[in-house]
């Protein structure tokens, strides 16, 4: 059977293999390499004789890979990700010119902390260039990143998938947002207040275990949770409407959700570490010109990040 070492094979063909395993769909994938329908069409012909296999059969969700496919998945990365460094991190990236969409693993907190200044920065040296956001459980990521839909993940990973490099942009600390009209709640919180009170809790995946304030339940026992969610920026509406409700956010967060009339924050009174966000890719793009742009921007931008 033939495999990726033998040399016959068309290194070209690679990044038909690569898009179609990624979008499931031929003109989705063609539209993503900027070739036309019956190319890709012509190119998986291809690909089906040389590995003597289907490689992707039509189903009613669209084109699902073969367990062959899938075997051939890692490796048909490994060679794109070896080509690309030898050959674009000597071509370069032009930021001025390129039409890139970059893809950006972010929750709808890190949209709110990152967007506005990286949006700012990006459309000033990279002007044709677009972004889009994806929100996907934590178990996905390094699946998300390694498969190309995502350039970067942006922020708090409590559990680093292994074979992501990682750099860290800063880190922020935690404070307890309150309703203003909650009478029994002073200048301070007290720890029996604390502990006393009903909790929002906010984790991507639903588990106590994940969620970014975590530490306070292993360090200081488990608190009443009444509710938890994977969303950040419905937490200030619903203590808004339910007074007896607070919760533990970063800071950063926190100063934006004063935005609320009926919301204010107070010192957290248990000690809680400060939390690093960082920025996570795949070795696959680790040499790749445009994701090391990417990654230059993302840290320029937030070097000097206040509080």
């Not at 693993?105 to 949209?111: A, C, Y």
């Not at 708090?156 to 309150?178: N, Y």
Request: proline letters at 7%.
């Amino acid at each position: 059977m033939n495999d990726l070492h033998n040399s016959d094979l068309d290194l070209n063909l690679l990044p038909v293999f690569d898009a179609l395993i990624r979008v499931g769909n031929v003109s989705r994938a063609a539209e993503d390499l900027s070739m036309s329908q019956s190319a890709v069409s012509h190119a998986l012909k291809r690909l089906r004789l040389f590995f003597g296999d289907p490689l992707f059969l039509k189903t009613g969700a669209g084109m699902q890979p073969t367990p062959r496919a899938l075997e051939l998945r890692g490796p048909v990365l490994s060679v794109m990700g070896t080509v690309r460094g030898e050959l674009l991190v000597r071509e370069g990236f032009d930021a001025a010119r390129s039409n890139r969409v970059f893809s950006l693993l972010l929750t709808d907190m890190g949209e709110l902390i990152f967007l506005p200044r990286l949006i700012a920065r990006l459309r000033e040296t990279a002007p044709h260039c677009t972004l889009r956001t994806l929100q996907v459980p934590m178990r996905q990521v390094q699946g998300v990143l390694e498969s190309g839909e995502g350039d970067l993940a942006l922020g708090s990973l409590h559990a680093v998938p292994d074979g992501l490099f990682q750099q860290q942009l800063f880190t922020r600390s935690f404070v307890t947002i309150v309703n203003r009209r909650n009478s029994d709640i002073g200048e301070t919180l007290s720890r029996d207040q604390f502990f006393a009170m009903e909790h929002i809790v906010v984790s991507l995946s639903g588990k106590l275990e994940d969620a970014y304030d975590a530490i306070v339940d292993e360090l200081d026992g488990p608190r009443r949770i009444y509710l938890m969610t994977p969303h950040f920026l419905t937490v200030p509406m619903i203590i808004e409407e339910n007074p007896q409700l607070i919760a533990t956010v970063p800071r950063e967060l926190a100063t934006k959700f004063a935005g609320y009339k009926s919301i204010r924050m107070v010192a957290t009174p248990v000690p809680v570490p400060p939390f690093a966000i960082r920025q996570h890719w795949h070795p696959r793009v680790h040499h790749d010109a445009a994701n090391i742009w990417l990654r230059q921007q993302v840290k320029q931008t937030f070097d000097t990040a206040p509080e």
